[in-house]
């Protein structure tokens, strides 16, 4: 053995500054420090990978033709009333109402369910869930999760409000200046499709497979649906009939309230924390 390898760390002031009373803080820990700091999770990181692997060409298509049935139908409803419409001075709400029944009550619940429920399939079939706890990512994952959830929440209604838009306005003629109330829905909209994402993920850390989260998910549909047909009043709390309630489809007399937005606004929001909370804790118990 060499004298260089035969010194003391803890007393050599070149390898350990802490013995060297003189040479102030300790430099050499610093680097360390900072190397800790580059190997910290990245919520972003996590968001953009989370965008990148989650396979989603079909369910933007099947969104956008799905939409467009409920643009037919609004736009039926229209033409077949459109000289009473025209009398009551009724534009965007003519269409707006029926357009928005059907996707709200079926097509959205459920494709948003079966895109999560795809994703978080693909976790437990890798165990990724298990390899997140043990190298204590799996918080940044969630976040990163519950981001992606919330920016194809945001563009599934932007898909639904460009082909409303087009069809009032091209279609119809209708004045973009009346626009404003269907636009702020989209506020709500998007929560309260996020809502039902974020269950779906909840679900799935416990179903596991896509079949069972979708069975379940599909029970939960069903069940909004009968609720918003038969008590429309009292469905609006109902995670799987958030959407329907959040575009006032059932109640265009409100269609512009602040009051009818913020009530949905807030009942999505509780629903997407409730849902983000069990999620988060079945997903630390994969091990």
Not at 12 to 24: F, L, M, Q, T
Not at 64 to 80: C, E, K, P, R
Not at 190 to 209: F, R
Request: hydrophobic content about 55%.
């Amino acid at each position: 053995m060499t004298h260089a390898n035969a010194v003391n760390p803890a007393t050599n002031p070149a390898i350990n500054p802490a013995a060297n009373p003189a040479a102030g803080p300790s430099h050499a820990a610093m680097p360390r420090a900072h190397a800790a700091g580059r190997r910290r999770p990245s919520v972003w990181a996590a968001f953009r990978w989370e965008t990148r692997k989650a396979g989603n060409l079909w369910y933007w298509i099947v969104t956008v033709l799905f939409d467009a049935i409920g643009m037919f139908n609004g736009w039926s409803q229209y033409t077949g009333y459109q000289a009473e419409f025209a009398r009551q001075g009724v534009t965007w709400a003519a269409i707006w109402g029926q357009a928005i029944l059907l996707p709200s009550m079926v097509f959205m619940p459920v494709l948003v369910a079966a895109f999560a429920a795809q994703v978080e399939a693909n976790e437990h079939r890798g165990r990724n869930w298990q390899r997140l706890n043990a190298a204590g990512t799996v918080n940044a994952a969630i976040a990163g999760k519950m981001l992606h959830g919330l920016a194809a929440s945001a563009l599934t209604v932007l898909v639904f409000e460009a082909e409303f838009i087009l069809v009032g306005r091209f279609a119809a003629g209708f004045d973009l200046a009346q626009l404003g109330p269907f636009l702020l829905r989209g506020i709500p909209l998007t929560l309260s499709v996020w809502a039902i994402m974020t269950l779906t993920q909840a679900v799935s850390a416990k179903a596991e497979s896509f079949a069972g989260t979708m069975s379940v998910m599909m029970v939960l549909t069903i069940g909004g649906c009968a609720l918003s047909l038969a008590a429309p009043a009292i469905a609006g709390p109902y995670p799987l009939a958030l959407i329907t309630s959040a575009s006032a489809a059932r109640d265009l007399a409100n269609i512009a309230s602040p009051a009818s937005m913020l009530a949905s606004t807030t009942a999505a929001a509780i629903w997407t924390a409730i849902s983000a909370l069990i999620f988060h804790r079945l997903a630390k118990q994969a091990v």
